[in-house]
């Protein structure tokens, strides 16, 4: 048997080795759909296996992409990249980088790989343009449930584009990707520091005021403290001199992904969890641990390039969990003081605290598929995270957060909520792109070969 486990330890299932395939060219990847085709049997594929949630586990056949690791062309007049799917983040970063070009989107996390976040909600922040990998796929190339290939793009089967770009490995399995990249500008970091109460009753023209000075804006908000840290990031020309900093040994430090965060904060807060302290005890060890980097921070500048944010993590690395969902920001104000109300009466009545910041970031409207999270509007996300997966009152927690950000038009990430995507997300996303998603799902693969238990629970109610 052949065990998989996801990036935080905490989904693991086994596949019989005959069942799992790890193709090295296309006619592989045909030869086993066709099987599983002709045998009425599941087919699932799976990336870095980074979702937090069930959407990769498999009950019959599953494909690994990653021996499709080659980077096929880059043209440089029109700014494209075609790939391989299991071409990963952090190697399209490095080989854009020597020819002075980023991909559109870098997120921290290298290991992804393109095919996956082809489809998916992968995304990043930003102000000025859109923040999620997969508006800017041009095209794929997959084997399709029939084990037949078939091209997607803006000039082949266009009408299929906008599904493609939410595939989630629901509509074949996807062994080429073309996508929209740009010329490299270096990107400056620089750091604010306020109160969360402050930020939310001048929300309007803070909130303008972030916009127009950056291009991508990251907050930390500390439940425990109120105390807010955004990490503001701005693209320069890359033809102006970079100006000198009194910071900018930050530079190579981020790029080898030790930060104050990382690398100080994160070891820090887990060290304290394991010893269990009563969440008043908690606290107070908690707010000193944010004071004294956050102090530090906030007069850090340095420029970086994007492509250095790519990182690839150790399978052990990461030991935490993430809980993504985004708001309308006409409606992220009133979910804030619902997510603070919400961790207050669980430090009172539970014992419990979250010691890791919720994460904020942006996500500007984007129509380009048809199950993104911010179709009808600019949303902003609260995203808890908890040192320890495994804690009954983080999943209690957890719970509670969903009902409450149902209420306030809440969207959940697919790939990362675990428990709220699985309950919710049918119900707070576009209805109608819901129900386009599907009928295209069902015209390519009507034995349902690629829809595994995962996605047949979120859409039960439209199959």
Not at 407 to 436: C, L, V, W, Y
Request: hydrophobic share 40%; with cysteine.
């Amino acid at each position: 048997m052949v065990s998989l486990v996801n990036w935080n330890d905490e989904i693991r299932y086994e596949v019989p080795h005959g069942q799992f395939k790890t193709p090295t060219q296309v006619s592989e990847v045909q030869a086993a759909v066709r099987q599983a085709y002709e045998q009425g049997q599941r087919l699932t594929v799976v990336g870095a296996m980074h979702s937090t949630t069930e959407c990769t586990v498999g009950t019959g056949t599953v494909i690994s992409m990653k021996n499709f690791a080659r980077v096929l062309e880059v043209d440089k007049e029109r700014l494209t990249v075609t790939v391989e799917g299991g071409v990963t983040l952090h190697q399209l970063c490095g080989h854009l980088k020597e020819l002075d070009l980023q991909p559109p989107v870098v997120l921290e996390w290298g290991n992804f790989q393109i095919g996956a976040i082809s489809g998916t909600h992968a995304n990043d922040t930003s102000m000025k343009r859109s923040a999620q990998f997969s508006s800017y796929v041009l095209g794929v190339k997959l084997v399709t449930p029939s084990g037949e290939i078939m091209e997607i793009s803006e000039s082949q089967n266009a009408e299929y584009l906008p599904a493609i770009r939410s595939h989630f490995g629901m509509l074949g399995v996807v062994y080429e990707v073309t996508v929209r990249i740009f010329k490299t500008q270096p990107l400056h970091v620089s750091f604010q520091v306020g109160q969360i109460d402050t930020f939310m009753d001048n929300f309007a023209a803070e909130l303008q005021a972030l916009k127009a000075d950056n291009d991508q804006v990251f907050g930390m908000l500390f439940a425990n403290t109120g105390e807010l840290l955004w990490q503001c990031r701005k693209f320069l020309d890359p033809a102006i001199p970079r100006p000198s900093s009194p910071t900018a040994w930050l530079d190579s430090i981020e790029s080898k992904n030790i930060s104050l965060f990382g690398g100080l904060f994160l070891p820090l807060v887990k060290a304290v969890t394991a010893l269990r302290p009563s969440a008043e005890v908690a606290g107070l060890i908690n707010n000193a641990m944010v004071s004294l980097p956050l102090k530090i921070i906030r007069h850090s500048r340095y420029i970086i390039d994007p492509c250095d944010r790519g990182v690839m993590y150790a399978a052990d690395d990461p030991n935490f969990e993430f809980y993504d969902w985004v708001f309308p920001e006409g409606k992220w104000c009133d979910m804030i003081r619902a997510f603070l109300q919400l961790s207050d009466r669980f430090r009172r009545q539970h014992d419990f605290i979250l010691p890791l910041p919720a994460l904020v970031y942006f996500i500007k409207q984007d129509r380009e598929s048809l199950l993104s999270r911010s179709r009808s509007a600019n949303m902003m996300a609260i995203d808890p995270e908890y040192p320890d997966p495994k804690e009954p009152k983080w999943k209690e927690f957890r719970l509670a957060f969903n009902e409450v950000a149902v209420r306030h038009g809440g969207i959940p990430h697919i790939n990362k909520t675990r428990d709220g995507a699985i309950s919710h997300f049918a119900q707070t996303e576009d209805q109608e792109s819901i129900r386009q998603f599907l009928a295209i799902r069902q015209q390519l693969d009507p034995k349902g070969l690629f829809l595994n238990d995962y996605f047949k629970t979120m859409f039960a109610n439209y199959l």
